[in-house]
């Protein structure tokens, strides 16, 4: 038990900087969304959704799990069920996503949409289950490691999917040119 808190110690300044950085980078999602929402279509909004919500959760995960990494009472087996169950809600999570976008056909989705809104998340879980299960085997520093660059990874999916959101909502948004602007809602009658 000591040794493991000590490894914690040893990752303390790591964790509180990206727990910083995701609860900032969350905050900001707000007030973008909030913003953003009076300029949005409503009929686009379940679609909007569906993108913005992993993004948030995303940069809320990094700061959650940042945050119990540092609470000084943790245990090793804590440490490694916290983990798994992140994982496997992130599977589950996934696969509800998945089903609230449109069919992959009609995603028009490239290589870097693939794989940041499927094979990121996916492969984000998979790494924390991981890093549970050598956390349960012992492997204590294994396991910090895998988790730090699995929060990594999450700041980056977060950061990545909010900008790729917001620079598609302006896309959407934009009048084509030689056309003049339409309104976004229709008027109050």
Do not use: C
């Not at 204590?140 to 909010?162: E, F, H, K, P």
């Amino acid at each position: 038990m000591r040794e493991f808190h000590a490894l914690l110690r040893e990752w303390e300044t790591f964790y509180l900087l990206l727990g910083t950085a995701g609860a900032t980078l969350a905050g900001l999602m707000f007030i973008a969304v909030t913003v953003g929402e009076r300029l949005t279509r409503r009929t686009r909004m379940p679609l909007l959704r569906a993108h913005l919500d992993p993004a948030l959760l995303a940069l809320l995960l990094t700061l959650i799990l940042s945050a119990t990494l540092l609470m000084p009472s943790l245990t090793r087996f804590w440490f490694g069920t916290v983990l798994v169950g992140s994982g496997a809600g992130g599977v589950i999570y996934m696969l509800a996503v998945q089903r609230a976008l449109p069919p992959p056909k009609r995603r028009r989705w490239d290589g870097p949409d693939w794989m940041w809104y499927a094979v990121a998340p996916l492969l984000s879980s998979g790494l924390l289950i991981a890093a549970g299960a050598l956390a349960f085997t012992g492997q204590s520093r294994a396991a910090l490691t895998t988790a730090a660059l699995t929060l990594i990874l999450l700041l980056l999916m977060g950061v990545r999917n909010a900008w790729d959101l917001v620079t598609f909502s302006i896309m959407m948004d934009s009048p084509e040119p030689g056309h003049d602007a339409t309104p976004r809602d229709p008027p109050p009658a």
